[in-house]
């Protein structure tokens, strides 16, 4: 039988790769900028898509030309598309500018944040760990589910009648 193992660096000595080897494979994240000095992104959930720019500014969020406060009334919504920027530690930091259409406000809002925290790992690639790890890259795939036929909705049924 082999020999036995009985440590982490002999397992990496075992395979004849050394572990700066195998982190050096990692890939290396640029910043991404337009000719005006900003990051874009585009953010998507439900049936809402989002055109994400950050810039270096004083922490305004600017939504569909009206204020995040005025466009996102409910404070949840509010709460939501600062989320990115509260992680990072980058609130007063940069100037928000989006537009946002389709979908709902709910829908609407973790579209603006996932193309905010996109459009932050664009402007600062060290940043990336940390949003990734709060799940702001991933994109929420779920979307309403359509109607089918013999049914009243998706999946409910029509009342069921003996007579």
Do not use: C
Request: charged fraction near 35%; glycine fraction near 10%.
């Amino acid at each position: 039988m082999a020999e036995e193992i009985k440590s982490l660096e002999e397992l990496g000595g075992a395979e004849g790769e050394t572990t700066s080897e195998a982190t050096s494979d990692a890939p290396v994240y640029e910043q991404k900028l337009d000719k005006e000095g900003r990051a874009y992104a585009t953010g998507k959930r439900k049936d809402a898509v989002a055109r994400v720019w950050v810039k270096p500014g004083s922490g305004r969020i600017i939504i569909n030309k009206k204020d995040d406060k005025e466009y996102f009334a409910r404070p949840v919504l509010q709460m939501i598309i600062r989320q990115p920027l509260k992680t990072a530690e980058r609130e007063d930091q940069f100037d928000v500018i989006a537009t946002v259409h389709g979908g709902g406000l709910s829908g609407q809002a973790g579209a603006v944040r996932h193309g905010i925290s996109k459009a932050l790992t664009h402007y600062e690639p060290g940043l990336r760990p940390v949003l990734k790890k709060g799940g702001f890259l991933t994109r929420d795939s779920r979307v309403v589910e359509r109607k089918k036929y013999g049914k009243a909705k998706a999946r409910r049924s029509f009342q069921f009648s003996k007579r």
